[in-house]
Nanobody, 120 residues
Framework: QVQLVESGGGLVQAGGSLRLSCAAS????????MGWFRQAPGKERELVAS???????NYADSVKGRFTLSRDNALNTVYLQMNSLKPEDTAVYYC??????????????WGQGTQVTVSS
């Protein structure tokens, strides 16, 4: 199992920046993938960005060139740097960890979510 604690959300004007942090309760070096999802009111949760254990990153088209996902294995923390924020980025952002099970397959773990609000 892994517990995830997010921080860094808040209110920012359009064009501004925020950095989200997700601290894990165990080493993230062996976790299959970690990432950030978001859910806006009335919409489904969607992938924002993810990073695999080998380091490859994946970004949603809507955030490419604006958001950067990074990780610090020594601190067991992943970060989402969000620049040039837009009102449509407003959502609750959730940290996710996908962990291999000994019995096969994977399990998903989620943080509690952090609100990001971008005003126009």
């Amino acid at each position: 199992q892994v517990q995830l604690v997010e921080s860094g959300g808040g209110l920012v004007q359009a064009g501004g920046s925020l950095r989200l942090s997700c601290a894990a309760s165990r080493s993230i070096a062996s976790i299959n993938a970690m990432g950030w999802f978001r859910q806006a009111p009335g919409k489904e949760r969607e992938l924002v960005a993810s990073i695999a254990s080998g380091g490859s990153r994946n970004y949603a088209d809507s955030v490419k060139g604006r958001f950067t996902l990074s990780r610090d294995n020594a601190l067991n923390t992943v970060y989402l740097q969000m620049n040039s924020l837009k009102p449509e980025d407003t959502a609750v952002y959730y940290c996710n960890a996908r962990v291999s099970r000994l019995s096969g397959g994977t399990s998903d773990y989620w943080g509690q979510g952090t609100q990001v609000t971008v005003s126009s």
